[in-house]
């Protein structure tokens, strides 16, 4: 027991000093956020908070390998992949890397996942209803894409002070129950290493403490880094033959992975369809991601982390939901199409719903007013 909790404490502090140490020298070299027609901040905020976040991990990582070494391979291939994608998204922050460029890093980290750690995912599980779906040597462009997918989802999600971070949290303390219930501990025990490093950029991100009042921002580097460590998870989970110890040979079923990242990854398609639509790259930044919309509703930033972080929450809880009732896969796979479906027809017409929720508000406001003046009358009558 003391030897996981100091592991957990060594992460926490490895990432405290990250930030604590980085933080004047981004600036030094320009590398922070600077306010745009699509970035409303005030300052250049610096981009560190998936350095920080990687080198918590880091550390703990390679004692990890010292005191207790099990599954060295796959921690070793692990953090060196996460090594070149933080690098990757550091160079993005700094000098806007090309879509092209970020592409090729992204499946060139996949392979390595696949190659050398040896997690492809190569079965979908019984989402057609009568059999399993192999997927056999076409697992390899499969997860090729996943990593993609999961990687950009992730990426898009940042857009206000905290979310990526709270979407993140759903994410793992979701994952950390899955492995909890298939007996997976060392995995469980990796999420929770996750959970750990991430709270020193919550502090200074949404800047909670007097002593963590320099604000920081995740940054491409955490955004992607945090996907690519999610979809690898998945990996583990939902293949027979990877490191989980499930009876069944996976620690979750497949289909449940699509729940675990279910808002970030219908929030990325729903945009990216959206923008093929408008026919603009599916990559072209914009304004129309579920934040933005929240905020255009009026919802202040703060209130928009919260109430997006309990939907991400919600949703990926679903997915425990259905693992511990044994709800049939193809049922998910329904539901979630279903899910999915929805969100993008309301997205469509998300400037009608925003009439409607500004005539309702208005119409609260006028019947606030009207009670306020009825009561004024009663008292000057008395």
């Known amino acids: 027991m003391i030897f996981p909790l100091f592991i957990l404490t060594i992460g926490f ?9 980085l933080r004047p020298f981004a600036i030094k070299i ?3 956020d600077k306010p745009n027609f699509r970035k409303t ?3 250049h905020i610096p981009l560190i908070g998936g350095i920080s976040v990687y080198i918590g991990l880091f550390v703990a990582g390679i004692l990890i390998l010292f005191f207790s070494p099990t599954h060295v391979n796959q921690l070793m291939t692990y953090l060196f992949a996460s090594l070149l994608m933080v690098i990757t998204g550091a160079l993005d922050d700094r000098f806007d890397l090309s879509v092209k460029i970020r592409i090729g890093v992204q499946v060139v980290i996949a392979s390595i996942m ?7 995912i190569t079965d979908l599980g019984n989402i057609l209803y009568f059999t399993d779906l192999p997927l056999s040597y076409l697992g390899y462009p499969f997860t090729i894409v996943a990593v993609l997918a ?6 898009m999600v940042d857009g206000i002070d905290g979310l990526i971070g709270g979407v993140s949290v759903a994410t793992f303390v979701s ?3 899955l492995f909890v219930l298939s007996g997976d501990m060392s995995e469980a025990f990796f999420c929770l290493l996750c959970l750990a490093v991430l709270i020193p950029y919550f502090l200074y991100n949404l800047q909670l403490t007097k002593y963590s009042r320099k604000k920081i921002f995740m940054g491409d580097a955490g955004s992607m880094f945090i996907g690519f460590t999610v979809v690898w998870l998945l990996a583990i989970g939902t293949q027979k033959g990877s490191s989980g110890t499930g009876l069944e040979g996976y620690s979750f079923k497949p289909v449940v992975a699509l729940w ?5 990854l219908i929030d990325m398609v729903s945009i990216m369809l959206r923008r093929m639509g408008k026919g603009v790259s599916p990559f072209q930044p914009d304004r129309d991601h579920l934040h933005h919309i929240f905020m255009r509703a009026g919802f202040s930033s703060r209130a928009t982390l919260i109430f997006i972080t309990v939907i991400a929450l919600c949703l990926s809880l679903v997915g425990v939901a259905t693992t511990i009732h044994n709800t049939p896969e193809w049922i998910q796979l329904v539901a979630f199409i279903a899910l999915f479906l929805t969100y993008k027809f309301s997205l469509s017409r998300i400037w009608r719903l925003l009439k409607l929720h500004r005539k309702a508000k208005a119409y609260r406001r006028l019947l606030r007013r009207k009670k306020y003046r009825k009561k004024c009358r009663e008292q000057c009558k008395k």
């Open 13 to 21: 502090v490895s990432s405290l000093s990250a930030i604590i140490l």
């Open 30 to 32: 320009g590398l922070t």
């Open 41 to 43: 901040h005030s300052g």
């Open 114 to 120: 696949m190659f050398i750690a040896g997690d492809v």
């Open 150 to 155: 999961a990687i950009n989802a992730y990426n």
């Open 175 to 177: 994952l950390t129950t």
């Open 260 to 264: 675990i990242i279910a808002l970030p």
